[in-house]
């Protein structure tokens, strides 16, 4: 008997959906944040992304896993497609651009093929700054979107890397997003913003991402949806006050930071606060550098 042999196909760099196109070259800044999930980037940077969108600045979030295991009830294609329209609607708000990358939840590694797409993904952005996790984190998937991005910096700028899509000539600051974790070495901030102006608007893109934060993600449970319409909104409104605590808890653990870059009376008034600190391979920005890529201090 002949048995037929399917065809293997094989995709190397599939995203879910075309990818966003690249930002024209005018003179605005070129922001491009790497999350591992379909949530990492907005609870990271979603306050300073909104701020820059506002300017006129050109802002991505990738995630670079499609989150096809980050719920308790539900998996595989239909979590993905849900969590990619939850994102899409959550970076709307925010007005930036989004990208999802098809590679499962749960099974990133830093591989070379996933170094290139990486390094594609920042050359075609034709970033000035590239946001990342830093590779020390309780997710193997948050631990190796760490790595790639650490592999790309300098690697963005060899041009016989990744001949197919042309090198930067300059580059891009790259810097890491906050965490708690001590070691081998605990996060230390190069920059803090106020995100005040935009906190509510931040709240509200983190709502939008229902199936992690509601429905409680990976770790939740039924009893965290209420059937009865007035729980439902207390609901809400619980996991609404709790991100607010988080990015009050910021302010007050980058306070100093604050002072530095507005001043001690205004470092001091800020109330809800995203920080950033500068990753050693990319570009090393002084002072004013870091101003110019925040350009908020003067506000
Ligand atoms: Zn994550």
Known sequence: MKASIPTLLVVTCASLALAAPAPPDDGKLRIICFGAHPDDCELQAGGVGAMWAAKGHHVKLVSVTNGDIGHWREAGGPLAKR???EVEQADAILGVATEVLDIHDGELLPTI???RM???LIREWHADLVLGPRPNDYHPDHRYVGVL????????TVPFFCPDVPYLK???VFMYYPDQFQKP???QPDVAVSIDGVISKKLDA????????YEGGANGSPELMPSDPAKQKERHQQVRDGFERRYLDQAKRFQAKLAEFYGNDKGKAVRHAEAFEICEYGRRPNTEELKKLFPFFGE
Do not use: C, G, H
Not at 149 to 156: E, I, L, S
Not at 206 to 213: G, H, I, M, R, Y
């Open 170 to 172: 300059n580059n891009p």
């Open 83 to 85: 969590r990619k329209a």
């Open 206 to 213: 983190l709502d939008a991402l229902e199936s992690q934060f």
């Open 118 to 120: 990486i390094t594609r």
């Open 185 to 187: 070495n605990p996060f």
């Open 149 to 156: 991005v650490q592999d790309a910096a300098y690697m963005v």
């Open 113 to 115: 093929e996933n170094r």
